[in-house]
Each structure stands twice: as structure tokens, then as C-alpha cells.
T-cell receptor, first 114, second 110 residues
Framework: DVKVTQSSRYLVKRTGEKVFLECVQD?????MFWYRQDPGLGLRLIYF???????EKGDIPEGYSVSREKKERFSLILESASTNQTSMYLC?????????????FGPGTRLTVL | SQQGEEDPQALSIQEGENATMNCSYK?????LQWYRQNSGRGLVHLIL?????REKHSGRLRVTLDTSKKSSSLLITASRAADTASYFC??????????FGTGTKLQVIP
């Protein structure tokens, strides 16, 4: 079974702090994704990566950066957290090579920025 | 950019009844997927249907795809309380990506 883990289920941070969200997958997937989920807005893609050290902006990259130094690990960084970044953050991974292939999700991190 | 829109936004049924939710999308697709999300958790993949398929079954799930109408439906037969969750459709949104809709929240009352 594919396993995608996220470093924290719940996280509380203060405005202006630097926040790291970590995601690890154990299936050797090439693609990894970060989404945020807000009520009424569904899932919105922040960034994705199709290979080590490669990244592409999604629909809402402002205020975020990412790092992929190893194939199994994809980190989302909030350089200076703000209250409007309070949200549920979901990481996912998938095989490469086919359009829109099945994504495997982690359990999510609920981030609150005070 | 949002491709899929689910309908209805919320649905409440009795255990044992069938639940039908619909997804409409705007541009041509290679495939469409349905996912389930239990409250406060990650999404779980349910089924993928390709653009050249019209219907697909998996256990109590039946998915149809009508590319001429740009729509899909998910039918859950003989629903159970454990089916209570949000259901999302997702369309291939460009190379390697998918685009999710806003979801249908299903409540199955025991």
C-alpha cells in the first residue's frame, strides 16, 4: 500500500513565523503535490514537483515556497506565516508518465496561524 | 483554476438508499476520477474513468461519463453510515496534474 505521511496533524503558529510542513511518500513516486483546502473552495494546488529539485507553481503559490532535495520528501515552507494561511494542507503523490493519474494523499495538516 | 463542479453541494439520505452525485466540467479531458474524504482527513481515490469509457463499476460504486455533456455521475448503492463523507471529482488539469471540484457532502443517516 502507498503511504504518504505528513509531519503534523495539527499545528499552531504565530504571525510572522517561518513554518515547515513535511511530506514523505514510500512508493518511489516521481510527482508530489501540495494543496490547501478551505471551506467552499475545494482543493487548490499550491506547488508541485515532478522530480528532485524540480518544482512548478500551482494556482496559489504566493506566500509559499517548496523544497525537494530527495525523491521521497517534499516540504512546504511558509516564509512568514499570516492569518490568511490558516487552512488544511494536504500533500499527495503520484506516478509520472500519464496525464492526471491517481493521487495518493496524506492525512493532512490543520494549520492555525494566530 | 477549477474544472469540476459537483452537484448537489450537500445530500442527506437514509441508510439503505442510493446516493447520486454529479460532476460537470468545462474542457475536454483524458480521464475523470472520484475521491472520498472523511471529515478532517486526506482524500482517498475511489475510481478512475477514461474518456473512452461510458460506465465503470467498483463494488457498490457506479460511475458514468458523458463527454458530450461534459458530465459524470457517481452512484453509491445501498448506502451505509460509513459512506458519510465528502466526495470530489477530479479531472486531468494539464501535464501530471488533476483539478478538483468543491465536493458533495454526503450524510447517511442510520
Amino acid at each position: 500500500d502507498v503511504k504518504v505521511t505528513q509531519s503534523s496533524r495539527y499545528l499552531v503558529k504565530r504571525t510572522g513565523e517561518k513554518v515547515f510542513l513535511e511530506c514523505v511518500q514510500d512508493m518511489d513516486h516521481e510527482n508530489m503535490f501540495w494543496y490547501r483546502q478551505d471551506p467552499g473552495l475545494g482543493l487548490r494546488l499550491i506547488y508541485f514537483s515532478y522530480d528532485v529539485k524540480m518544482k512548478e507553481k500551482g494556482d496559489i503559490p504566493e506566500g509559499y515556497s517548496v523544497s525537494r532535495e530527495k525523491k521521497e520528501r517534499f516540504s512546504l515552507i511558509l516564509e512568514s506565516a499570516s492569518t490568511n494561511q490558516t487552512s488544511m494542507y494536504l500533500c499527495a503523490s503520484s506516478w509520472a508518465g500519464r496525464r492526471g493519474d491517481t493521487q495518493y494523499f496524506g492525512p493532512g495538516t490543520r494549520l492555525t496561524v494566530l | 483554476s477549477q474544472q469540476g463542479e459537483e452537484d448537489p453541494q450537500a445530500l442527506s439520505i437514509q441508510e439503505g438508499e442510493n446516493a447520486t452525485m454529479n460532476c460537470s466540467y468545462k474542457t475536454s479531458i483524458n480521464n475523470l476520477q472520484w475521491y472520498r474524504q472523511n471529515s478532517g482527513r486526506g482524500l482517498v481515490h475511489l475510481i478512475l474513468i477514461r474518456s473512452n469509457e461510458r460506465e465503470k463499476h467498483s463494488g457498490r460504486l457506479r460511475v458514468t461519463l458523458d463527454t458530450s455533456k461534459k458530465s459524470s455521475s457517481l452512484l453509491i448503492t445501498a448506502s451505509r453510515a460509513a459512506d458519510t463523507a465528502s466526495y470530489f471529482c477530479a479531472t486531468d488539469g494539464g501535464y501530471q496534474k488533476v483539478t478538483f471540484g468543491t465536493g458533495t457532502k454526503l450524510q447517511v443517516i442510520p
